[in-house]
Antibody
């Protein structure tokens, strides 16, 4: 079955750190750019970071640069998000998504995981 | 930075009626626009890419149109299972960043 499964969320104190994981299965993980998208409670979707298949290219939302680090292990079919210096504003469901493309001119998130909830609170 | 604005915030439509959702970009994104559907408690689901191309398995009652700065998602005959929040997203600056609209909540009247 083609799927993405996130894990690693939970309750963390302000200023703390957390590492999220995304396990991929059913497709050739190493061929795809992978992305993290987050959604604060009751709010909309916000792109966090994307990483190219070999990790050569990494992009972050401007507001997160320096605190979040994305990585991947293609041998383990896994994507990671290291989050440091967390604040209440980082409370959200974090989704892992696969970037698909059509005709090398359209890009979209065609496969999503169910998400993992990160709560930052004292 | 491109800002995506969706309207209305909430839309109430009777079953079988047409639903029209709008998305406006602060600058031209050509046809580099995607629509997603998110039902309560679920992950987003791809509906439309390239502003007007339905994704695999998406019913024909869903259609997308527009280019430049003005885009529309139309559901021709609303079904109860279409109740969800709908998001537009641009990829004009691929791969450097993606921007989502704030969403339109579609309700049954």
């Amino acid at each position: 079955e083609v799927q993405l499964v996130e894990s690693g969320g939970g309750l963390v104190k302000p200023g703390g750190s957390l590492r999220l994981s995304c396990a991929a299965s059913g497709f050739t993980f190493s061929s795809y750019t992978m992305t993290w998208v987050r959604q604060a409670p009751g709010k909309g979707l916000a792109w966090v970071s994307s990483m190219s298949p070999t990790g050569s290219y990494i992009y972050y939302a401007d507001s997160l640069k320096g605190r979040f680090t994305v990585s991947r292990d293609n041998a383990k079919n896994s994507l990671y998000l290291q989050m440091n210096s967390l604040s209440a504003e980082d409370t959200a469901v974090y989704y892992c998504a696969r970037e698909d493309s059509k005709a090398s001119r359209h890009w979209f998130f065609g496969l999503w995981g169910r998400g993992t909830l990160v709560t930052v609170s004292s | 930075e491109i800002v995506m604005t969706q309207s209305p915030a909430t839309l109430s439509v009777s079953p079988g009626e047409r639903a029209t959702l709008s998305c406006r970009a602060s600058q031209s994104v050509s046809s580099n626009l995607v629509w997603y559907q998110q039902k309560p408690g679920q992950a987003p689901r791809l509906l439309i890419y390239g502003a007007s191309t339905r994704a695999t398995g998406i019913p024909a009652r869903f259609s997308g149109s527009g280019s430049g700065t003005e885009f529309t998602l139309t559901i021709s005959s609303l079904q109860s299972e279409d109740i969800a929040v709908y998001y537009c997203q641009e990829y004009n600056n691929w791969p450097f960043m993606y921007t989502f609209g704030q969403g339109t909540k579609l309700e049954i009247k």
